[in-house]
């Protein structure tokens, strides 16, 4: 029996090269492979260009003072959306500071030997169940629970820090911190899973030679461990940020959906998406040219943050890990 | 997209079935406001269940969103609270028949704790909704309300984020009475409201009930099905003849009562023309906003559609169908506007 196994191998030969099939296999999926990764690329200029045809009557007649402008009146055809840009970009970093800070501690608190591993694997699980509730729900739980928590605290922030600019106005209801706070929470799975694995990338013997240095945990953590995984960190900020910008529904119930550009963390605000959100059921004609115009801006606005994320963190690995 | 296709394949499906000689199986599809949709679902789903062989499909998407399916003949009808523009009736080649097939009333909905009866004179609503007046205390509304307790709270006033026919009606009622509120924001189905921190948008009428409920101080408006629904206190407003008026069935029904048809044809036809607005009605015990709304019907089409559709529009006139208003939130039609229903109805053909 071995004999004839050991026979057949040396007839065959271990060393044999590829058959037909094993090479046109590979050839195949070789092409297959290729083939994929061009239809994403094809496929986002195919969006594009959907978005673009129908944006141009839009673009040629508002041009750049469709960014810059304040109004969005359906009725006299104005169109213009600096305050949803303005919004956009400042709920999502305020949940980035919010939800970022909060995930990377997180990210530490279970890698670092705070907890026994099969603890932290259930938080770990808890935290990334956040991901799987509809946004609906966030939205319908920003209105029933936060803001009835915040009302208090925002009221007193007010009435005492009312010269400060985040506190200016009085929280109505919706606004702009509920949906900021709701968003944090949204991100927070995605900062929190990324930043996770970024730290258990980090070699073994890097946290023992720390520790043989005689570091306290403190030290070990904020001057070796955080600037060694500091560019899957910065993956995991750049995801969640990405996350916040195009996120629709919660912000549509939560922000207050009102066109005014303002610091204050208490007034209500608009974001492009939930604009497009509520505006495109019954938009018609020269309405929906403008809101494709807005869709580029928001895509755009997106496309830009990840290069600049891309950026970073090239700019971080090269400095801290000493990456090509 | 949906109803486009659905649309599409039961045109070839009634096709074949009339070529085939049978009477069976009639499918009518339509879209449009979603403010009638509770009592139209009631409706389509007990005719459907009476009548085996037709059945009736609707999705509310609007009022703005079904007027643009009936231009583009993706459905058999469709429903819109804002009736339609002379151009977009214009548009429809096989010819539009406007009904009014119920009404409703907008109510302002209010958020105040202990206070349960709360007054508001005709100087002062559109005010509040101009954002002249932003505190609770405030001497106008304290003056209308004496023994009222009011705080010292800030005004949050909810207005809806999406296009809306209920707020097309609200406007109309706001620019007949103030003409700083005809001026500054106007009659429209997205109106541009003032951008003060004290306004808040949220969606469809379900969202604004929410919002008021969750925000002491808030005031926003619903229709009166959705006040009635959610158990939100409402306003009593002053109307034209200076009394203070509870929504209600027969506060709407006298509201409708002021209603003056026009006495043309729609442009162009023979088809009675059905649109009218009570933006500010007379009489006593008149609620003071009150609105149609219309189902909108092709004058010609497929004759098996044509059929089931006259049936259709002689159940929702029927009294078993108009009964059913007043408990869902919605005041049936007075007599006589049903006659002239009827009549307009015999032009689907």
Known sequence: MSRALFKQKIGKGITRPPGNSEIYGDVGFRFFSIACAWSIILLILFILWMIGKQAIPAMEKYGFGFLTGTTWDVNKQEFAVLPEIWGTLYSSILALIWGGILGVTIAIFLTQEFIHAKVASVFRLTVELLAAIPSVVYGLWGIYVLIPLLRPVAHWLHEHFGWFPFFETELGGPGMAPAALVLAVMILPTVAAISVDAFRQIPAKVKEATYGMGTTRAEAIFKVLLPTASSGLLAALVLGFGRALGETMALAMLIGNSNQISLSWFSPANTLASLMASSFPEAGGVEVQALMYAALVLLLITFLVNLGGLYIQQLTMRKFEGSK | MITACSGGSSDGQSGTDSSAGNGENVQLNGSGASFPFPIYSKWFKDFSRKESGIRVDYQAKGSGAGIQDFV????????????????????????????????????????????????????????????????????????????????????????????????????????????????????????????????????????????????????????????????????????????????????GIAALASAKFPEGNLPGTEIPNLIVWVTDPEGANAYPIASFTWLLVYADQDDQKAAAMQKLVEYMLSDEAQDQADSLGYIPLPQNVRAKVREAAQHIQ
């Open chain 2, 72 to 251: 583009n003949g993706v459905v058999d009808f469709a429903a819109s609270d804002a009736a339609m523009k002379e151009e977009e009736i214009a548009k429809v080649q096989k010819g539009v028949i406007l009904l009014p097939m119920t009404a409703g009333e907008v109510v302002m909905a209010y958020n105040l704790e202990g206070v349960t009866e709360l007054k508001l004179p005709r100087d002062v609503y559109p005010e509040i909704f101009l954002g002249k007046i932003d505190r609770w205390n405030d001497p106008k509304i304290a003056a209308a309300n004496p023994g009222v307790e009011l705080p010292d709270t800030k005004i949050t006033v909810v207005t809806r984020s999406d296009s809306s026919g209920t707020s097309y009606v609200f406007t109309g009622h706001l620019s007949a009475v103030n003409a700083d509120f005809k001026s500054a924001v106007g009659q429209a189905k997205a109106p541009n409201w003032p951008n003060s921190a004290n306004f808040v948008k949220a969606p469809k009428n379900d969202g604004i009930a929410a919002q008021i409920k969750q925000t002491p101080g808030a005031i926003g408006y619903v229709e009166y099905g959705f006040a009635k629904l959610t158990g939100l206190p409402v306003a009593q407003l002053e109307n034209k003849s200076g009394a203070f008026v509870s929504p209600g069935p027969e506060a």
